[in-house]
């Protein structure tokens, strides 16, 4: 299996080839792209090459075909449809963004367990918790977002999992491990910041930003 920073990196690839292209690029070479990844060109042709993807020396890759092929490999050459449970702050900001679709990702519903929060007439539809594990099946759900407090989480990621789900974007501050072929990305928001904080006083520190 292609490692999670090869995959990260054809995310970052495909994001600078679509600015590229809205600029009027119709042809680039591996050195464009790694300048908008960070990477070496070397290490741009080594990640083609593990998806058989090749260029020209001379001419270097055509943008839109390089497009096609990279979403063609992350799975969005079609709508791939999500849920969340947890319509609190995060999970509403979440259903709120509009930048998913153009990614080729459409949020198909939530669930809460606030009788208050369902509303099943919404753009995505707010279900109640208990519902999960019907539509999930029913719609062929395959990854789930996981935005509720830390004392649920555990109890909702192991819902998810009983009910076919495959893949978890865990937003709740705790950490979580998967079970066999299940994976999940655990984002705490807070220990992102505390890092970067971290870091940022830390170069204060030592004079390197002032």
């Known amino acids: 299996m292609v490692n999670r920073k090869c995959i990260i990196r054809l995310s970052r690839y495909k994001s600078a080839l679509q600015r590229l292209k809205a600029l009027g690029f119709v042809k680039v070479f591996s050195?464009?792209?790694?300048?908008?990844?960070?990477?070496?060109?070397?290490?741009?042709?080594?990640?083609?090459?593990?998806?058989?993807?090749?260029?020209?020396?001379?001419?270097?890759?055509?943008?839109?075909?390089?497009?096609?092929?990279?979403?063609?490999?992350?799975?969005?050459?079609?709508?791939?449809?999500?849920?969340?449970?947890?319509?609190?702050?995060?999970?509403?900001?979440?259903?709120?963004?509009?930048?998913?679709?153009?990614?080729?990702?459409?949020?198909?519903?939530?669930?809460?367990?606030?009788?208050?929060?369902?509303?099943?007439?919404?753009?995505?539809?707010?279900?109640?918790?208990?519902?999960?594990a019907d539509y999930v099946k029913k719609n062929s759900i395959r990854v789930a977002i996981l935005a509720v407090p830390d004392v649920a989480a555990h109890h909702v990621s192991e819902l998810m999992i009983r009910s076919g789900i495959m893949g978890i974007l865990n937003f709740a501050p705790i950490q979580l491990r998967g079970a066999e072929k299940v994976i999940i990305n655990n984002i705490n928001l807070e220990v992102e910041l505390e890092n970067l904080i971290y870091f940022v006083n830390a170069m204060q520190k030592t004079g390197q930003i002032e």
């Not at 020209?56 to 839109?64: F, I, P, T």
Request: aromatic share 6%.
């Open 31 to 132: 050195g464009n792209l790694a300048d908008a990844a960070g990477v070496t060109s070397s290490q741009v042709r080594k990640d083609f090459s593990l998806f058989g993807i090749t260029g020209n020396r001379r001419g270097g890759y055509s943008v839109d075909e390089l497009i096609s092929k990279i979403l063609e490999i992350l799975g969005k050459n079609e709508l791939q449809r999500v849920v969340l449970v947890g319509a609190g702050n995060i999970g509403t900001a979440l259903m709120r963004y509009k930048g998913f679709e153009s990614g080729g990702i459409k949020i198909a519903a939530a669930f809460d367990i606030d009788p208050e929060k369902i509303h099943r007439d919404s753009d995505p539809p707010i279900l109640p918790l208990e519902e999960f």
